[in-house]
């Protein structure tokens, strides 16, 4: 990453464009965020100072993301005007980062900035631990109209940015070109169906699988996004907490695993378990594979030229869904201190990650969005389109998705992954049917959502 030296802020203007204006003071805006959970802090003032402060960030960046990630932190020391010092810390895997937190709770918080993973997200609300992004933008009037409206949907709760989007992805569909020529299909795959459709031409082809689809929970998350339907109840666990799971009630998840069983039937889709996917794909094994936006960088160095690699949107489950894509990745959170100052110094440094120049660097070195639509303005982003045109397919998903498929929060995300994943592997060992690991998904996590919500509650 080149040193940068000037720090790029955002433009400031009288309106937003994503309508997220809500004052921490206005009585109807505190009594939507305590329906939703949200405790507004006392520790954000007109009056606090971040100059000469030093703050402590934690992540969950490992290799090249964590190289980038330093490289961005050091510069910010380096050319801060404030003399403002962060020291980051790295903590492992997104669920080391959230389980050392939840330790910390019990006592001091020994962070004031953390990155937490999306399914984080409720529990950091729940948690009583942050303050709400929204409280720094009222405080200055800062205006977010550039940050993409449909990533900041997703950490947008009773009209207030309860984090800040740093590292989003979606997933997408990848395809070997050459596989698909031969095979001579022109156009990608749009839904389930139409993968198992071009089963046998693949396989003359050459393919020993059409896809190899990966068992993650995320996946499945995003198809019922797709669907237009709704994950958790109240609103997707938006509106007030979520007591039970909607996709037994809508349907939503009977739809997807009946359509993976069926390729999964058909052998389009072999059961390669919850490592596999990208491993058949790079090898030439399969012709297509969904995956993170973020994974295109490795996979096209993976692949090593050996054939052309083309991205699409992430198939529906039918012709008739109207939804879209959710985002996936994580975002950084303001650790409530009763710091004033320091509270301060966190958010000038949050809002140096959001810069459109700082923005297109990391973008460049990890293949994450850019969260802010300024971004695309910056050579460095410009270059990397032209050098992976690839990665255009996933700003135009994200574009053509909307803010009301931003996914679910749920308390219990991790423990509900984990289930989900564990159901489809029975389902494919032939143990369950589609409708029968549905309702067993349901009924554990809804198990697991009353034990949490009944040691969590405020009452």
Known sequence: MKKLKWIQTLALSATSLLALAACAGDAETEAQAEDAGI?????????????????????????????????????????????????????????????????????????????????????????????????????????????????????????????????????????NEAMFEAAGIEEAPTTLAEIGEMKDALTEAGAQMPISLNIYGWFVEQFIAKQGLEFANNGNGREAIPTEVEFIKNGAMQNVLEEWYALYESDAAPNVGRDGGSTEFVSGQSAMMI?????????????GGEFEVGTAYLPSISEEDQGGVSIGGASVWALDNEDSDKAQASWEFIKYLISPEIQAEWASATGYFPITTATHEEEVFKQNIENFPQFQTAIDQLHASNPESQGAFLSVFPEARQIVENEIENMLNGSST?????????????????????????E
């Open 291 to 303: 995956g993170s936006t973020a994974s295109l960088s490795s996979i096209l160095s993976e692949v």
């Open 39 to 175: 405790k507004l802090s006392d520790t954000v003032t007109e009056d606090a100072s971040a100059e000469g402060q030093t703050i402590t960030f934690w992540h969950a960046m490992g290799g090249a993301g964590g190289e980038a990630l330093e490289a961005i932190v050091d510069n910010f020391n380096e050319t801060n005007d404030q003399d403002i010092t962060v020291v980051s810390e790295f903590q492992g895997t997104y669920d080391d980062a959230i389980t050392k937190l939840r330790s910390a709770s019990l006592g001091n918080l020994d962070a004031d900035v953390v990155q937490i993973y999306d399914i984080g997200t409720r529990y950091m609300i729940d948690s009583d631990l942050t303050i709400p992004m929204q409280q720094f933008i009222d405080s200055e009037d800062y205006d977010i109209s550039q940050i993409e409206p449909n990533i900041a949907a997703y950490y947008t709760v009773a009209d207030n940015l309860y984090s800040m989007p740093f590292n989003s992805s979606t997933p997408v569909l990848y395809y």
């Open 434 to 458: 589609p409708e029968a690991a549905a309702q067993e998904m349901a009924d554990q996590i809804n198990e697991a959502l009353e034990n949490y919500n009944l040691v969590n509650s405020p």
